[in-house]
């Protein structure tokens, strides 16, 4: 539990079987800034792997991590609220929901080099109205044997960017931006989206708008009253 901690390095760590496998929070007014988990081994931690929550959760590092549910834990990676965060070549597998989750003001973080194998609802998703400028940036997302309801990558919020991703294999749309309200202004681009079984970018609702689509190679379009 690093709450309100700062500059704390976990290296080389095997962590299972707890609640949540690491939380890094803000608690009583202060936050955590600047902590590191690096080269660390994730096992059937069973609400999340990793957990961060708070607007104050800013500039942590999740790297070189194998991060794996094995069909219990909820998600692998879920930040809510926090700024600026960085989750790069980690191994994120197995989650019963979501392999990365950024909900709520969580803005600004990078997800790079990362593979996100085989998690039940949606590789990565990101939601909430001040949830923007997130950059998912050369990830392979793959839901090769998954036949639930899943997404390669889901955008409920506005400005944020899908760059260089390897996006396949996957029960729904490789990524998806659905309306009513906002997710509008998203960038994807220079993507590699196949072997999806609906569509390869599917956007759906009035509001959802601006959004530019740009140089990917894929294997089907759909946008709907956009």
């Known amino acids: ?3 309100n901690a700062n500059n704390v390095h976990l290296v080389d ?3 299972r079987g707890f609640s949540n496998g690491v939380y890094i929070r803000e608690f009583g007014g202060s936050g955590a800034t600047n902590n590191l988990v690096r080269n660390c081994i994730f096992v059937s931690n069973m609400a999340a792997n990793v ?3 708070g607007v104050k959760i800013i500039s942590n590092r999740i790297a070189g991590c194998s991060i794996d549910g094995k069909n219990r834990a909820s998600y692998g990676i879920q930040i809510t609220d926090g700024d600026r965060n960085l989750m790069t070549n980690n191994t994120i597998r197995g989650h019963t ?3 990365i989750d950024i909900g709520g003001s969580g803005a600004s973080n990078r997800i ?3 593979a996100v194998r085989s998690n039940a609802f949606d590789g990565i998703a990101i939601a909430g109205a001040a949830a923007v400028g997130n950059q998912i940036i050369s990830n392979v997302i793959d ?8 997404y390669g990558v889901v955008l409920q919020a506005d400005r944020n960017v899908v760059v260089n ?3 396949r294999g996957h029960s729904q749309s490789g990524v998806y931006i659905p309306g009513p309200t906002g997710n509008s ?9 196949w072997s999806n079984v609906l569509i390869g970018v599917n956007i759906v609702g009035t509001a959802a708008d601006g959004n530019r689509i740009v140089s990917n190679n894929f294997d089907g379009m759909n946008s709907q009253d956009t």
């Open 1 to 3: 539990d690093l709450s």
């Open 13 to 15: 760590l095997r962590i």
């Open 51 to 53: 957990k961060m929550l």
């Open 97 to 99: 929901l979501n392999g």
């Open 112 to 114: 790079v080099g990362n």
């Open 143 to 150: 839901g090769t044997g998954i036949t639930y309801q899943d």
């Open 165 to 167: 991703n390897i996006i």
């Open 185 to 193: 202004s998203n960038l994807v681009a220079g993507n590699s989206i």
